[in-house]
Structures are given as structure tokens and as C-alpha cells.
């Protein structure tokens, strides 16, 4: 898949290994968002959208919204992001959950690699393991943005079936801390500087919403 080459992630939330179940179940390290997002009227892997050039300084830098984020940044193509977004999704999570910490580097930036690795240590240290089964993607799409001094921000929403156990030391299911296929609705927001010609994206935030 071309995208796959497109999108170093990263992450930026309170990820703490004892509330798997309120994100990704509570202890695997995803929290909530702590407002609520407004929706819009309307071997690297790496996604890599290729040919970008960065937006004129003289340019105005800020704005709200993906009709504003399109006009800034020319480069920016709906399909092309969710299709790379799409791709990331699994990687990100699989990654976290098999506690890859160099794939996880890849993907995202310094501060939420710090919460991903400070949280896998502690899981490993206790003895548990993750696993964490994307059953069924229902829907991938553009909630947001937002453009501040060149910095641009892009919420997606994932609308997903997963499984999500989390084992002991004796391999024994801790029940209060798995899920078993269950509608989630991830909330990633990813961020790029719209003036640099690096065209990845790093995710910087993560959380939940309710199923409508």
C-alpha cells in the first residue's frame, strides 16, 4: 500500500498502563480526550506523501477548520490523508500492544513516546501482555482542523470492532482491564508544520468518544 510510506505518528495523551479499559479497555495506555472534539460541517512504515512543497512564508499561517487547512495547504487531499491514516491505525496500535518501542519511535513524536514507553515498561515489568485484534474498521473519517502559526492539526475519528485482552504473569485474562468486540471510537489527532517540507504527520493526541 503506497500510504503506508506517508505518516510518522506520534502521540501526545496521558498514557498510563492502570486505565486500560477507559481507552483501549483501561491499562493500555490511551486516555480520553479531555475536551470534546467539534466535528466540521461538512521495513519503515512510513506514509509518505511524496512531492509536497512547504507553504509560503508570506502566507497567511493560521485558521480553523478543513476548508481552511485545504486553502493553506494545497498539498492537503482528504482521501490521500485518510487512506494513510487508515493504514497507520493497525500499525500504531500493534506496535503499542506488542511493545515495539522502535516501530512505535517511528510513528510518533519525543513527548508521547515517552507516555508509550514509560507504560510498556510497567506492563512488561508486571508480567502482562496485550493483545489488542482490530476486528472490523466501520469508518474512517475527518472530524477537524486547525492551522496555528504553521502548525496544522487533523482529527480523525475511527469507528472500529476490536478485541483488547490484557493477561497476567500466569497468563491468566484480567477481566476488568479486556474487552471482547466491542464498537470503539477513537479520536487521533495528527499534527504537521504546513511550511516544512518533511510531509510527514505525527500523531499528538488520542482518546475515546462514545458510539452514537
Avoid: C
Amino acid at each position: 500500500m503506497p500510504f503506508i510510506d506517508i505518516l510518522i505518528f506520534a502521540v501526545i495523551a496521558v498514557f498510563l498502563i492502570f486505565r486500560l479499559r477507559s481507552i483501549l479497555g483501561n491499562r493500555d495506555g490511551f486516555e480520553k480526550p479531555k475536551k470534546t472534539v467539534q466535528t466540521e460541517s461538512s521495513a519503515d512504515n512510513i506514509i509518505n506523501f511524496k512531492g509536497k512543497t512547504p507553504v509560503a512564508e508570506s502566507a497567511p499561517l493560521n485558521g480553523s477548520g478543513l476548508k481552511e487547512l485545504r486553502k493553506l495547504d494545497a498539498s492537503f487531499k482528504d482521501e490521500e490523508f485518510l487512506s494513510g491514516a487508515k493504514a497507520a491505525f493497525p500499525l500504531i496500535l500493534n506496535a503499542y500492544s506488542e511493545s515495539d518501542l522502535g516501530s512505535l519511535r517511528r510513528y510518533v513524536g519525543f513527548d508521547l513516546y515517552e507516555e508509550f514507553s514509560n507504560a510498556v515498561h510497567q506492563r512488561d515489568a508486571a508480567g502482562e501482555h496485550l493483545k489488542i485484534d482490530i476486528e472490523t474498521v466501520n469508518d474512517v473519517q475527518l472530524l477537524d482542523a486547525e492551522i496555528s502559526d504553521g502548525i496544522a492539526t487533523v482529527t480523525v475519528k475511527y469507528d472500529t470492532i476490536q478485541s483488547r485482552i490484557l493477561t497476567d504473569a500466569s497468563d491468566t485474562v484480567i477481566e476488568e482491564d479486556s474487552i471482547s468486540s466491542e464498537q470503539i471510537e477513537d479520536i487521533w489527532i495528527f499534527e504537521r508544520d504546513i511550511r516544512s517540507t518533511d510531509p510527514n504527520w505525527r500523531l499528538v493526541e488520542t482518546g475515546t468518544a462514545e458510539p452514537e
